[in-house]
């Protein structure tokens, strides 16, 4: 994972785009993967290949035999990437705080998580007041996404004390 991350005011639009839409604004390239899975995964172009080309963020997927799947999987994670890596100055608050990991709206809300944070130089008690919680609450709502904690922590200076 990048450790710079992309500033774009755009970001929120573009988290906000529909499937079709967000997968007009990327290019998408399939392949024939590698390793294991016999001889269909060899033979077949069923791995996809996404780049968004406003942000050059690009990522693929061959979890699946499908080609349909790994394209679905693939535009899930693409939408989730672009909230990790592009920022925006400055962070807006998240309107809501109890968004699932499997809600749609998911990633633009650890889009805005991560703006705080950034803005707070990654200390994670500061982005705690400003998001007027707990800091201890603001852990474990970072910890229920492993790449979320993993990237906050990654950007060092988690000092919750």
């Given at each position: 994972m990048s450790k710079t991350f992309i500033f774009n005011?755009?970001?929120?639009?573009?988290?906000?785009l529909s499937d079709s839409e967000l997968e007009k604004a990327c290019r998408l390239d399939f392949f024939k993967a590698s390793g294991r899975g016999g001889q269909k995964r060899n033979k077949t172009s069923n791995a996809v290949r996404f780049t968004h080309e406003p942000s050059g963020i690009a990522l693929s997927d061959c979890s699946s035999r499908s080609q349909h799947k790994n394209r679905a999987t693939a535009l899930k994670k693409i939408r989730y990437q672009i909230a990790l890596q592009v920022r925006v100055v400055p962070g807006t608050p998240p309107a809501r705080l109890d968004v699932s990991l499997s809600n749609d709206e998911y990633p633009i809300f650890a889009a805005h998580i991560l703006d705080i944070i950034n803005d707070?130089?990654?200390?994670?008690?500061?982005?705690?007041?400003?998001?007027?919680l707990s800091t201890s609450k603001l852990v474990k709502i970072l910890q229920r996404d492993k790449t979320l904690w993993q990237l906050v922590r990654e950007h060092g200076q988690t000092r919750t004390g």
């Open positions: 005011q755009k970001r929120d639009d573009w988290l906000k707070n130089e990654f200390i994670i008690r500061n982005a705690a007041q400003s998001l007027e």
